[in-house]
């Protein structure tokens, strides 16, 4: 695939995400960036001494990482800078086929492993789907669609950071989310990290694709 047209591929997706986010569609990707973000909180709090009890994806939509201890300094920006690294990963890994198939089999055991975080049957399900559809393009022509696939689901996840970010915390201020309970911690007005959390994840997404032209170039 020619920089060019891998670009353009990535902006396409970009465009179909954003015309179809409210619409059904998107609704089992959308599912699995809300876990990438929770998982990315479990990891944060995992490496700070925090003791994870579990992770929980809820069909309205919404996440929960349940642990205890740890830091929040880490833990709170952990989830969006989580997701938007991911995305930016896969978007980047995936252009190139090779690569592609390198990094499913990564996320494949990755989410295996999350399974015993896992604490709902909502969230084994999605985590069951995922391996199986990689599965399942690792059988389609030898994985010859596996570059589109991780491709989409780094897409999806750099923009739902982008995108929930913008909404929660800049648009509106709802008290759930992550930048909120950050400016409790700090004193440090919401919108604030929430820019902040934006310019990276835009910032992140911007390297990407910078770097990824580079590489087929």
């Known amino acids: 695939m020619a920089g060019w047209w891998w670009l353009l591929l990535v902006l396409g997706y970009g465009v179909v995400i954003f015309f ?3 619409t059904p569609v998107l609704y089992p990707f959308k599912l699995i960036t809300i876990y990438v973000h929770e998982a990315a909180h479990a990891l944060a709090g995992w490496v700070t001494g925090a003791k994870v009890d579990g992770i929980e994806v809820n069909a309205d939509q919404g996440g929960v990482t349940h642990l205890r201890g ?3 300094w880490l833990i709170l ?4 800078l989580g997701s938007s690294i991911f995305g930016s990963a896969l978007i980047l890994l995936g252009s190139q086929p090779t690569l592609a198939k390198i990094t499913s089999v990564l996320l494949g055991a990755a989410m295996v492993i ?5 604490t709902n049957w909502l969230t084994r ?4 789907l995922f391996v199986g559809m990689i599965a399942l393009l690792w059988w389609i022509q030898e994985g010859a669609f596996l570059a589109y696939f991780v ?12 995108y ?3 909404d929660d915390t800049i648009r509106r201020t709802v008290k759930q989310s992550d930048a909120y309970k950050m400016s409790e911690l700090t004193g440090i007005p919401s919108v604030v ?4 959390w934006l310019l990276f994840s835009l910032g992140m997404l911007a390297g990407v694709l910078y770097l990824g032209m580079r590489m087929r170039a």
Not at 114 to 118: G, N
Not at 125 to 128: E, F, N
């Open 164 to 166: 929930d970010i913008f």
């Open 125 to 128: 399900g999605l985590t069951l």
């Open 114 to 118: 999350l399974l015993f975080w896992a």
């Open 77 to 80: 920006p952990a989830g969006y």
């Open 151 to 162: 491709l989409f689901v780094g897409t999806m996840s750099a923009l739902y950071a982008v």
């Open 70 to 72: 740890g830091s929040m």
């Open 193 to 196: 990290w929430g820019g902040l």
């Open 20 to 22: 179809l986010w409210h």
